[in-house]
């Protein structure tokens, strides 16, 4: 009933910046946190970074002041611009909602399939 779909992976130099998106879709009443996920390769996923449906957000340690999130509740949409991107930044990029479908007004945690950042030295 709701999709997820990331864009804005890509590969850059170290240094570099790149904005991720994912928009959400489907039978969305309204959408609560929306959140980034990473996993880099043999280690679990790990939490970057969350927006609440008021704007209010947080961020892990390692990238505070390089990432910002933002969304756009009109679009469903939400971003992650990343700047003085560095090598251990490089993941798989997931975005993550909690989605109140409509008729049902139950809350449900959706994922989306990921997008893939490499990051250069």
């Known amino acids: 009933q709701v999709r997820l779909v990331e864009s804005g992976g890509g590969l850059v130099q170290a240094g570099g910046s790149l904005r991720l998106s994912c928009v959400a879709s489907?039978?969305?009443?309204?959408?609560?946190?929306m959140r980034w996920y990473r996993q880099a390769p043999g280690k679990q996923r790990e939490l970057v970074a969350a927006?609440?449906?008021?704007?209010?957000?947080n961020y892990a340690d390692s990238v505070k002041g390089r990432f910002t999130i933002s969304r756009d509740n009109d679009k469903n949409t939400v971003y992650l611009q990343m700047n003085s991107l560095k090598p251990e930044d490089t993941a798989v990029y997931y975005c993550?909602?909690?989605?109140?479908?409509?008729?049902?007004?139950?809350?449900?945690?959706?994922w989306g399939k990921g997008t893939l950042v490499t990051v250069s030295s």
């Open positions: 993550n909602a909690d989605v109140v479908v409509k008729g049902d007004y139950a809350g449900m945690n959706y």
């Open positions: 489907g039978s969305i009443f309204s959408i609560n946190a």
């Open positions: 927006i609440a449906s008021g704007g209010s957000s």
